[in-house]
C-alpha cells in the first residue's frame, strides 16, 4: 500500500511538472510582429579618385565606378538609401545620389556629406547612379582620394 501511494504520488508530481512547463512554455513564445518586416541589402562601392572635371563627365550613366560614380541596379524592396562614406585622408567625402528618370538622364536624387542624416527616398526599378566630390551641400570642403562608400538599400527607412 505505502508503494501504490508512493508511485501515485510521483505521478501526479511528474503530470504537474509537466503541465506547469507546457504553461511556461505557450507563455513564452513571442508575439507576431504587426506591419511589414524590414528587408534590406548593404552595397559597397570602392572609388579612387580624383573624382571631378572630365572623369566625372564621363560617368553621368553609371560607367567606372573607380572613375568617380557608377551604378546600382535598384530593386522592388529598395525604396530607401543611407550611406556612409570613409576616405583615406579622414576627411569628409560629398556623394551625390542620382536615378534613371525613365529617358536614360539623371535625376538628383539627394545627396550628403559623409553620412546620410536622414534615409534617401528611392524610385523603385530606377538605377541608382553615384558622384562623388565637389563640396558638400554646407560648403564643407570634400577632396576625397580613395576610399568606400556602404549603401544600405531597404523598403523601411
Known amino acids: 500500500m505505502k508503494r501504490t ?3 501515485a504520488v510521483l505521478i501526479l508530481g511528474l503530470m504537474a511538472s509537466m503541465l506547469t512547463t507546457a504553461e511556461a512554455a505557450k507563455k513564452k513564445k513571442k508575439k507576431k510582429k504587426k506591419g511589414p ?3 534590406e541589402r548593404t552595397v559597397e562601392f570602392e572609388y579612387t579618385c580624383p573624382c571631378t572635371g ?3 563627365l564621363g560617368t553621368l550613366t553609371g560607367g567606372d565606378p573607380n572613375l568617380g560614380g557608377g551604378a546600382i541596379t535598384v530593386g ?3 525604396l530607401f538609401l543611407k550611406g556612409v562614406a570613409a576616405d583615406v585622408t579622414g576627411l569628409d567625402v560629398a556623394v551625390s545620389i542620382n536615378q534613371d528618370d525613365g529617358t536614360g538622364a539623371n535625376k538628383a536624387t539627394g545627396e550628403f556629406c559623409t553620412e546620410t542624416e536622414d534615409a534617401i527616398a528611392l524610385d523603385p ?3 541608382i547612379r553615384v558622384f562623388i566630390g565637389g563640396p558638400c551641400a554646407d560648403l564643407t570642403p570634400s577632396a576625397p ?3 568606400t562608400i556602404t549603401f544600405t538599400l531597404s523598403n523601411l527607412p
Request: avoid cysteine; charged fraction near 20%; aromatic fraction near 0%.
Open 5 to 7: 501511494l508512493l508511485i
Open 37 to 39: 518586416q524590414r528587408i
Open 54 to 56: 572630365v572623369l566625372q
Open 76 to 78: 522592388a524592396d529598395d
Open 125 to 127: 526599378g530606377m538605377e
Open 145 to 147: 582620394v580613395t576610399g
